[in-house]
């Protein structure tokens, strides 16, 4: 009996900054510069102050986002210059932003715990304060100290992240890995493959137990069954651009097994009901307080607009607004708790979207009146901050306070100290290796389409290079052949560092999850790189060798070929080797390119055969030895000269033909011609460079960390407290009153379809699956339908068929528009379809996604899309979904930074609507929360005419 864990957090804080830089007038600039330190100067780790950003809808002219011209150090200068010219002086302020103030809680094993909050509340971020997964820098500073056991993070006897997993909200998985794969490679590499465990008392039967457990994989096949996923467990975990594979709710689905499948003490799950039916969450949370109570862990989970069962199946709820703590307690007593403060629930409301909506502006409504309470006359509604000092003063909070200052009841358990939570990887490293070889190379051979390209390339190029030198005997086509086969290689071996770019999130997930060390990854995936350079150098080697001729008798030998095949096989791989250190130090594709690119024309300006060896100048002439380039055209030019097919004695120096061609081109050392044996070394030295190269990537991919979803920089953060936003059927003024009531006009049609079947084949195999059966039904102007349905069951299917989003498989059925046949174009063009995964231009602001969409598909020719009643309307879109205090933010992606995952959603919704559709498919995947929390967005649509149809 007893606990055997106990997290604590003690005074928990999280404050970012950033500087912002004003022109000031001379007079006034010292004024500023003082008001602005009066402002801003935050101290210590129980941060009491959130400054929010300046209105964004009239600052535009403020905003400073990065570009290429004023990012360089010439803007810079020349900005400067200018401003002291005009006798301007620039102020800098620090603006600091409070994430999470003083935050305690106090979690034990074997109770599950509920974190609610709305957007912005700095949930997710509370989850990575106890995962330890925040940094501290001179733009972020972490307060407070979180402990396990009495255990910091800092401690070097424990393994934090063994301790305490973390899940993100967005799902970072292998696309061309099955369901089951992907759990099987989780268990493997967090739970070394079996169900033992090194504080299990080992006996007889233990041992038989554990040994059946691991041969039916019992935790795997138990977790996919109680998840739903053991119907989908051989399909591909697919994406939501190139792989076809589970729903996105599935998709999810794996996302939170993979983490259920290592048990850890401390799971911290963030949003994991992200594109779940409520059923599907049902399960998912019924499977985890059965492990919470049978394992004593202690998950925390984050959820967006839980149904009440859900609520019920927790133990202990929190709740956050504004990153500060308003209520940590039982579920059952949080009603009681808030209504002893004033508020009622109002009957058939939620409790957790009632709890989440009492801090917003529209909490107020909640308040008792006069009539139902003689007191009430002097109440009013709290703000944030006084509902969090409400509950600090609370019986709870003070509860809280005095149990995180307590010592542990019993002594920090030698539990804690077991093999699984002080070592930091289960497996050995041949095993580490082993297990991400076996996946990598499973991908490679998976990956059919690009496999076949690149067979496709090597046969057409050879071809190509070998008709037009064919069975040349001129020693210059034969030196450029073989400095074209060398380039050919190294082109080719680009090719897979943006692929290693896109897949680094999911590498930055299991590097934090412990699944192996980092140099076992990059040795893993070195290997595997084996066989495509093989494939590479022998079908583009083999053509062009004996189509151009190369030396394999008369005097040399087939060995020649071989040591030929040898030396474009090691300039395959050895460029794979060097290009994958650009993908492991640079931040994206686009970085990586441009210095790859940069590499390549070094290399070939000093590979010996656009400027020969002995013409090179002194000085550079260690660019030329320190390239694998040169190094390897070197060894093919011996290869061919020095290969006795060239051993004729050429008359006029006394050499053999080979020397004096290897002497012409530059190839000689000392006045002689290089010999067979410098064919070894350079073999040796690709070999060496390989080697370097592959530290180098461990060392880059262990070291350097650009954060993925990370939030950017914006003007201001969106806020639901009652101290400021937008609340319901609120305007800000006069012009956002008219803008309120402005809408542009739009024709009315009914959408029917009969008999929608849709057929594709299975991922693994050949068999062929119908996800759509005979589906039929119809939608009415001005009405608002949802498509309900458990996850994986057609919803997102059916209305991308009905969409004409579906390029693959087999459509059968009939869609008409107000009684006629589909017609592509047109449908298009009067119907905007909501994905149910965001893609936007991240370099473009919020407005300028917007209008982009408006003007490229609002009619030029129709009187009424006038430039000024289009930014009407789009001012009304931007309001209609709280997006106008962001509006001036890039859109940013999951690598450099942006929007948050709900914002985006909201940005998608916005794009469509100013397209002023007039069927309106949306598919809400991780948006149904926003929706329901805010119930005027049903009435904020265009629903008296267009159709809204919502899956």
């Not at 190369?550 to 030929?564: C, E, K, P, Q, R």
Request: proline share 3%; aromatic share 10%.
């Amino acid at each position: 009996g007893g606990n055997r864990f106990e997290l604590r957090l003690h005074d928990a804080s999280y404050v970012t900054s950033r500087k912002e830089t004003h022109d000031l007038s001379s007079s006034s600039a010292n004024a500023r510069v003082a008001d602005a330190s009066d402002a801003f100067d935050i101290e210590g780790q129980n941060v009491s102050h959130s400054i929010a950003g300046s209105n964004s809808m009239h600052a535009s002219n403020d905003i400073h986002i990065s570009n290429i011209l004023n990012s360089s150090p010439i803007y810079k200068l020349v900005t400067g210059i200018t401003s002291c010219w005009k006798g301007v002086s620039q102020s800098t302020t620090i603006k600091r932003n409070e994430i999470l103030s003083g935050v305690n809680l106090r979690f034990t094993s074997g109770k599950s715990y509920l974190v609610l909050g709305s957007p912005s509340s700095g949930k997710s971020l509370l989850l990575k304060y106890i995962a330890n997964l925040l940094r501290s820098d001179s733009h972020r500073k972490l307060g407070g100290k979180v402990t396990l056991n009495g255990k910091r993070p800092i401690r070097t006897d424990i393994c934090w992240s063994s301790l305490v997993a973390y899940t993100d909200q967005i799902d970072r998985l292998h696309p061309m890995l099955t369901v089951y794969e992907t759990l099987r490679f989780a268990f493997d590499c967090r739970a070394a493959g079996t169900h033992h465990k090194s504080y299990y008392h080992d006996n007889a039967e233990t041992e038989a137990l554990i040994a059946k457990m691991d041969q039916e994989e019992f935790r795997i096949n138990n977790i996919l069954k109680n998840v739903g996923l053991d119907r989908v467990k051989d399909t591909y975990v697919g994406d939501d651009s190139k792989v076809r594979g589970v729903s996105g709710g599935e998709r999810k689905r794996v996302t939170v097994c993979e983490t259920i499948a290592h048990a850890a003490p401390v799971m911290c799950l963030d949003e994991i009901s992200t594109g779940l039916d409520a059923a599907t969450t049902y399960d998912i949370v019924k499977l985890l307080t059965r492990v919470t109570r049978f394992m004593h862990i202690i998950p925390v989970v984050t959820l967006l607009q839980p149904p009440p069962e859900v609520v019920a199946l927790f133990d202990e709820l929190v709740l956050l607004d504004n990153g500060r703590l308003i209520y940590s307690g039982k579920v059952e007593d949080a009603v009681g708790y808030f209504e002893n403060l004033g508020y009622f629930l109002p009957e058939r409301m939620d409790v957790a979207e009632w709890m989440q909506s009492l801090p917003t502006a529209d909490g107020a409504k909640f308040l008792r009146n006069s009539s139902k309470d003689p007191g009430a006359d002097h109440r009013r509604h709290l703000s944030s901050a006084e509902f969090a000092d409400a509950f600090q003063k609370s019986q709870l909070g003070r509860s809280i306070a005095i149990e995180i200052k307590k010592p542990l009841e019993h002594q920090v358990y030698g539990f804690i100290k077991a093999k699984e939570f002080s070592e930091k990887y289960r497996n050995p490293w041949h095993k580490s290796i082993w297990l991400v070889f076996r996946r990598e190379l499973l991908l490679w051979r998976r990956d059919t389409y690009n496999l076949r390209a690149k067979v496709a390339q090597d046969i057409v190029m050879g071809v190509i290079v070998g008709t037009v030198f064919w069975q040349t005997p001129a020693s210059s086509a034969i030196f450029g052949v073989l400095f074209q086969t060398l380039l050919m290689m190294t082109l080719g071996a680009m090719l897979a560092t943006p692929q290693q770019v896109d897949k680094r999130s999911i590498f930055y997930k299991h590097q934090d999850g412990n699944f192996f060390p980092t140099w076992t990854f990059v040795v893993g995936r070195s290997l595997a790189q084996l066989p495509q350079a093989f494939i590479d150098s022998m079908l583009y080697g083999t053509i062009v060798y004996f189509f151009v001729g190369l030396s394999y008798s008369d005097g040399a030998t087939i060995a020649n070929y071989f040591v030929f095949e040898l030396l474009i096989l090691a300039t395959t791989y050895c460029a794979t080797l060097i290009f994958a250190v650009f993908s492991s130090a640079l931040r994206d594709k686009a970085a990586c390119q441009a210095g790859m690119a940069v590499l390549l024309v070094i290399m070939v300006i000093f590979s010996g055969f656009t400027v020969q060896p002995d013409v090179i100048p002194n000085y550079l002439q260690w660019i030329y030895w320190s390239n694998f380039f040169a190094w390897l055209l070197k060894g093919l030019a011996i290869n061919e000269f020095q290969s006795g097919a060239y051993d004729n004695i050429n008359p006029l120096s006394g050499e053999t033909m080979g020397d004096t061609i290897l002497d012409r081109f530059g190839f000689s050392m000392n006045g002689e011609a290089l010999q067979y044996e410098w064919v070894w070394y350079s073999l040796a030295f690709a070999a060496g460079v390989g080697l370097i190269s592959i530290i180098a990537s461990s060392v880059f991919l262990a070291n350097v960390r650009y954060e993925s979803g990370k939030p950017a920089d914006s003007p201001s953060s969106p806020t639901n407290t009652n101290d400021g936003g937008i609340g319901k059927g609120s305007v800000a003024n006069a012009e956002a009153a008219a803008d309120e009531s402005f809408d542009l006009p739009f024709k009315k049609a009914s959408l029917t379809w009969k008999g929608i079947r849709y057929t594709v084949k299975a991922s693994t195999s050949n068999e062929s699956i119908t996800l759509l059966n005979g589906a039929d039904g119809y939608i009415l102007p001005g009405k608002m339908t949802a498509l309900m349905g458990s996850s994986g069951a057609g919803k997102t299917t059916l209305m991308e068929v009905l969409a004409l989003r579906k390029t693959s498989g087999e459509i059968q059925g009939e869609i008409r528009v107000n009684g006629h046949l589909q017609e592509k174009n047109s449908f298009r063009r009067c119907t905007g379809f909501v994905q149910q995964f965001d893609v936007q231009s991240p370099q473009l602001t919020v407005l300028e996604t917007v209008q982009f969409s408006a003007k490229l598909r609002l009619a030029e020719d129709d009187p009424n899309n006038t430039k000024e009643n289009v930014d009407r309307f789009i001012r009304k879109v931007l309001r209609m979904l709280e997006l106008t205090p962001v509006q001036h933010s890039v859109v940013g992606d999951d690598v450099t930074g942006g929007l948050s995952f709900e914002q985006r959603k909201r940005l998608s919704i916005a794009v469509e609507l100013v397209a002023n559709p007039y069927y309106y498919p949306h598919c809400t995947g991780a948006s149904y929360f926003w929706t329901s929390q805010r119930p005027d967005f049903q009435h904020a649509l265009p629903v008296s005419s267009c159709e809204v149809f919502i899956a």
